[in-house]
């Protein structure tokens, strides 16, 4: 995962730092968690270390785990994803906004932007419409995401209007798929940024070794040689 714009810590061995803002420092708190989601507790484990933790290459936990956090962290009661959508990590997206508020920040009088008068424009917002969740909560800016798929744009209607933030996330669709602004972007609409998923990984290689090293940690792959 990739610093925050604005953001060069590193830890010791190298991995960079969450941004000093970003709620999700150090090891998850599976009490608290589980306290907040009970179902939650079904997917524990415990890992060759000792350390309480999920299987994070099985959806269904990863997925629980997410629920957990948004309801106990940013007030979002109700949120699902169908078999096979994106299950983004929570601490990375919540990472990648603060880093978007220095910016944000950087270009005004340094004071970060707050509230309804900040739009956000999320070009392919996803099923999970994670980044409106977490913005919304963090800093109370208004989003309109838009997305080519239309089962997605469904999926995140579906968690907006559940969890009553209909007049703070607008979900629109691009029907054309080369193409970002036109169609979404009204000729009367102006935006304080703009902002995408960015890759996590360099390339596929990386990306599968990082899921290697992953799958070590919790005692379920063999030793690197």
């Not at 008068?117 to 963090?138: K, N, Q, T």
């Not at 208004?142 to 080519?148: A, P």
């Not at 629109?172 to 036109?182: E, G, K, L, V």
């Amino acid at each position: 995962m990739p610093a925050s714009p604005g953001s060069a810590r590193a830890t010791a061995r190298g991995v960079p730092a969450l941004h000093p803002r970003n709620r999700h420092q150090g090891r998850y708190d599976f009490p608290r968690l589980v306290e907040a989601s009970p179902e939650l507790a079904t997917h524990l484990l415990t890992t060759p270390r000792g350390e309480t933790s999920i299987a994070f290459d099985d959806p269904t936990a990863v997925r629980a785990l997410n629920r957990a956090i948004l309801r106990s962290d940013y007030g979002i009661a109700h949120w699902d994803l169908p078999d096979g959508a994106l299950c983004p990590p929570i601490p990375g997206r919540a990472d990648y906004l603060h880093g978007l508020a220095d910016l944000l920040a950087a270009s005004g009088d340094g004071t970060i932007p707050r509230g309804a008068s900040v739009r956000v424009l999320d070009v392919g917002v996803g099923a999970s419409c994670i980044y409106p969740l977490l913005g919304h909560a963090e800093y109370g800016w208004r989003f309109v995401g838009s997305d080519v798929d239309a089962t997605s744009l469904q999926v995140a209607t579906a968690i907006v209007y559940a969890n009553r933030l209909g007049k703070a996330i607008a979900l629109r669709r691009q029907p054309a798929r080369n193409r970002i602004f036109q169609t979404v972007v009204r000729a009367d609409e102006r935006f304080d940024l703009t902002l995408c998923n960015p890759p996590f990984h360099a390339s596929a290689a990386e990306a599968a070794g990082a899921h290697q090293r992953k799958r070590r940690q919790l005692g379920k792959a063999p030793p690197a040689k």
